[in-house]
């Protein structure tokens, strides 16, 4: 599939970004089954698949006839905008430096640039993350990287550099447990690192170069000694039974090679790349015998797009200039409110924490992009209901295929530009799109209504603008989209409908949509100013006796005796009602009033 010059032809690069696609999703649950760091959140895989599908989209969309590295950008600029989670956005930013690697004006264009590439994907992929830890996808470019130049020095075909790339990586996951003690203490290889091994798999498959889930993995199985249930270390090297080791099964994903306590992986001369990648939910047993435990570095995962020409933006962001110093402040101010902190891409950046303020991480990326650009597409996930409905890491037995039991029959996304109540949107198990500074794009309500992993979404909007989004964005579900096969739009014209809508789904196990409507159609809401002359009518043209719940959601700018007030005279109206007091969040001075 290349030329006499070795070089990348772009209708290999559309076949990698296809091969890539479908070698994920085959994959997805047995990643997301292995996913323990930094949260058990088992959702790896579906984020990296998720990812590309973003990426492979943004390439479907160029015309025929686009050169190489044209048709890498896309690739990379649409798994950047489209990157979910951790290893997501790490691997977004590994295919940005891959496809934005700049070479010597008298390198050949073949293997030692593609060397190249691959030592800028992992640079790229250490630099976007304010904390690097070993034993992670990190580690697996690293390796590929160090293992694609070892090849191009020695002279190796463009070919041969690739699959060297791949068994690099693929071996630095197997050395995964051992740098990571929650891998080691769970069982499992990574799951970032084993989803960038198949990534670079599928780059070596449409070159021609046999797969690591090939057919003829049983019969390399027997010809090194072993069996398709168990491979002693790699050829020539003694077994130890203290250390883990791979072994085989034919087939493609459903009988992948697994980690027992039976042997060893020579940790100096390393596994055969002839095996296959392993089965990272299969590593050694934890030597205890027990579980690994779930590590929670922050209640919410905050993410969002930080681009010029968006909300406060005044001007255009400057690449050379502007562009590193911005990516690293902005790395900086996230590590003062949180973890797993990842920043990624040029120009149009992508930013990841897992934070207990998710209020804080935002006003603190907006400060450091003030005047330069703007944030959108910010979307709030509460982590431990995340982990709760996929399921605690717990001895993880092999991942059946995914199926149509595994997703949920419904989700909720809600919008508001109200940061004060996106933690408790988030902790009631909505996925939160916070459109603080203008209305959501239709895209953006769809990506939300993707992270829901349901199959059919309902959305409360907030507003009457994000509904004409959420509308919108219905109509652009398609196959491909995750497993999202509808979007509901309620009619939720204000945040004060979204929350009792929300409150009144909590109180059902069946039935929340249902639930949600009858809430909604009960809702009355008004906004006022702060000020007595007017709030008193509006509560007196608001209330009615039968009313049971009077919500207040001030702005910060309201004084707490105006709230006294209002408290006093819903009570003198409607003696016995349940008054609540949220927080916008926003900075003004207005009241905002709903009964039901």
């Known amino acids: 599939m290349t030329d006499g010059k070795e070089h990348i032809e772009p209708a290999l690069v559309r076949a990698w970004v296809t091969e890539t696609v479908r070698t994920l999703g085959e994959a997805r649950a047995r990643i997301d089954s292995a ?35 044209t048709v890498l950008v896309a690739f990379a600029r649409g798994a950047l905008l489209g990157a979910r989670g951790n290893s997501g956005v790490i691997l977004s930013e590994f295919l940005r430096g891959f496809a934005g690697a700049v070479t010597f004006a008298d390198q050949p264009v073949g293997s030692l640039r593609v060397a190249t590439r691959f030592e800028a994907a992992a640079r790229a992929s250490y630099a976007a993350v ?30 041969g550099v690739v699959v060297a790339a791949r068994d690099g990586s693929h071996r630095a996951m197997l050395r995964s447990p051992s740098e990571l003690e929650v891998l080691s203490r769970a069982g499992v290889l990574d799951a970032g690192a084993y989803g960038l091994v198949l990534v670079l798999d599928a780059l070596c498959r449409v070159l021609g170069a046999d797969g690591l889930d090939g057919a003829g993995l049983e019969a390399e199985a027997a010809a090194r000694g072993g069996s398709p249930g168990a491979q002693p270390g790699a050829a020539g090297h ?18 992948m090679a697994t980690l027992t306590t039976d042997a060893s992986v020579d940790r100096e001369a390393e596994p055969s790349p002839a095996v296959g990648p392993g089965d990272p939910a299969q590593a050694a047993a934890p030597a205890d015998g027990g579980t690994a435990s779930v590590g929670l570095d922050g209640e919410f995962e905050v993410m969002f797009v930080v681009e010029a020409g968006v909300g406060d933006a005044l001007r255009t962001v400057s690449l050379e200039t502007d562009g590193p110093d911005l990516a690293d402040a902005l790395r900086s ?27 804080r991480a935002v006003a603190a990326a907006r400060q450091v992009a003030a005047g330069r650009a703007g944030l959108r597409q910010v979307c709030v996930r509460h982590l431990a209901t995340q982990v709760a409905a996929r399921g605690v890491h ?70 009457d603008a994000a509904a004409a989004a959420a509308r919108a964005a219905a109509l652009l579900v398609e196959p491909g989209a995750g497993d999202l096969q509808a979007v509901e739009v309620l009619d939720a014209p204000t945040d004060l409908h979204v929350v009792a809508a929300l409150a009144a789904a909590q109180l059902v196990e069946e039935g929340q949509a249902e639930a949600m409507r009858a809430a909604l ?51 003198q109206r409607v003696p016995g009602i349940e008054v609540v007091v949220l927080d916008s969040g926003r900075d003004h001075a207005d009241l905002e009033l709903g009964a039901e």
């Open 35 to 69: 996913n323990v760091f930094p949260v058990a959140d088992a959702d790896t895989g579906t984020n990296m698949l998720l990812t590309v599908t973003e990426g492979a989209r943004a390439v479907s969309a160029l015309p025929d006839g686009e050169p190489t590295d």
């Open 130 to 159: 304010a904390a690097p830890v070993p034993g992670t996808i990190l580690t697996a470019a690293s390796g590929g990287a160090s293992a694609a130049r070892a090849a191009a020095d020695a002279g190796a075909d463009l070919t």
């Open 238 to 255: 003694a077994a130890d039974p203290a250390d883990p080791v791979m072994s085989v099964a034919g087939g493609t994903m459903d009988a």
């Open 333 to 359: 101010a996230l590590q003062e409110v949180g973890d797993s902190v990842v920043v990624v891409g040029d120009g149009v950046w992508q930013a990841h924490v897992h934070t207990d303020d998710p209020g």
């Open 394 to 463: 717990a001895g993880l037995p092999e991942a059946p295929p995914h199926t149509d039991q595994q997703v949920p029959a419904h989700g909720v996304v809600t919008i508001t530009s109200a940061p004060g109540l996106v933690p408790d949107l988030a902790r009631s198990g909505a996925v939160v799109l916070l459109a603080a500074d203008r209305a959501p794009e239709p895209e953006e309500v769809l990506r939300v209504a993707v992270d829901t992993s349901a199959r059919l979404v309902t959305v409360l909007p907030g507003s």
């Open 521 to 571: 159609a009960e809702v009355r809401a008004v906004q006022v100013a702060a000020d007595g002359s007017l709030v008193r009518p509006a509560l007196e043209e608001l209330l009615r006796p039968d009313d049971e719940v009077l919500t207040i959601m001030p702005g910060r700018r309201v004084d707490p005796l105006v709230i006294d007030v209002v408290v006093g005279i819903a009570r």
